[in-house]
């Protein structure tokens, strides 16, 4: 089941999401300072936003990038990021990933495709996370000696 | 908690959804009649199909479309969209976005690449959703002052 | 409502999935031995892996590709495919579809298309299935007149 606005009002602090990104049954994240580029040769090139400063995804390259916010999930509960509506109307895609597990913590990672020339800014609203609840609490948490991404700040790359 | 086949049967004509289109747990949505391409550098054309004109989409482009039908969320629920399993192996992609907030009414935009040329028919099914329950019913409907997309109809860009 | 490990482990084997690749909320699937690449101009070239060995994922092609587990869905719940994190932060990204419906059985159809060139091995876990709990069972299980991909085996492309 779903989690409605008034949980995560309720919640909000606990799950390091901001109360202005607050929507019905789903809550919006920010994109953060770093992104990384990567090109189709597999060149890395990293950009550091300042808060507020715009930034151009531009058809061609993937782009890892991440959530402002810090955020932290509940045993109990697991989400689901999907892009923003205005996002895929813009034309910037999320990849078919973005399962947060029970006992996850860190900072979002997005991985970012253009389908024509997007900007955005640092700290707009970029995705939403829909929060489902479990059955009953996960008995292996996120976190354990397999968790490559625990803790994560920053765009991050593939671990494994 | 997802619903099933006989719930979306029940509440077929509420939802805006038609009951030959309804699955053990979802319900397909058809392509309608407005298409609009915008290529990489940005040019808009849009294409206005008769029922069961056929249309290509392309490999390069942004398409922004919609479903045929008008849907209505009620304030207990929300829905997931996918592609529909055939749409997928043919090649279309829709971005990773398609979240109904519980509340929202309108026809449900679509944001379609072409991996390979794809040929669909107005009234073909192309897409489906999926109702998942809430915990309780949301208290901040969709439809409120900062709902750019309530009511929309055609194909309908960002509008933040 | 999402199943945890726990659910996971005990219906492991009704299921088709593996233990050792369960993990909080949800369980891995592995890339199976059969590839079928569709270039843009429509050709098709089928690939078949050995057991461990690698194959290379291009940029321009989409691939149908298949999971090495044969998996049975119950009645009362259905699943949602989500690429693992760590292969979406490659590059590898798979069409936004992946829903299998109560009483669905098979191999399940991958389709995958590469932003960077992405480097998988037959039996490497690529993407994860989130199993969900209807609201009851559903009256109408896949596996009926229409239901085009019940115990498909391999890459298996559109059958409508």
Redesign the interface.
């Known amino acids: 089941?779903?989690?409605?606005?008034?949980?995560l009002r309720t919640h909000a602090e606990q799950l390091g999401v901001k109360q202005e990104n607050?929507?019905?049954?789903?809550v919006d994240l920010e994109l953060g300072g770093e992104v990384i580029e990567?090109?189709?040769n597999?060149q890395r090139i990293t950009y550091h936003l300042a808060p507020g400063e715009e930034f151009i995804f531009e058809?061609g390259?993937?782009y890892?990038a991440h959530s402002e916010e810090y955020t932290r999930c509940p045993?109990s509960h697991?989400w689901?990021?999907?892009?923003?509506?205005?996002?895929?109307?813009?034309?910037l895609?999320?990849?078919?990933?973005?399962?947060g597990?029970?006992?996850?913590e860190g900072q979002v990672?997005y991985?970012l495709?253009a389908?024509?020339?997007v900007t955005f800014r640092r700290g707009q609203r970029i995705v939403?996370l829909?929060y489902?609840?479990?059955?009953?609490?996960?008995?292996?948490?996120?976190g354990g000696q397999s968790s490559?991404?625990q803790g994560q700040i920053g765009a991050?790359?593939?671990?494994?």
Chains 1, 2, 3 share one sequence.
């Open positions: 089941m779903i989690e409605p606005s008034q949980w607050i929507n019905s049954a789903s990567v090109r189709p597999g058809p390259s993937l890892i045993t697991a689901m990021l999907n892009l923003k509506s205005s996002t895929g109307r813009k034309g895609n999320h990849l078919h990933a973005g399962w597990d029970p006992g996850f990672t991985e495709v389908h024509v020339p939403q829909v489902m609840r479990l059955t009953e609490p996960t008995a292996e948490p996120y490559h991404y991050t790359e593939a671990r494994q």
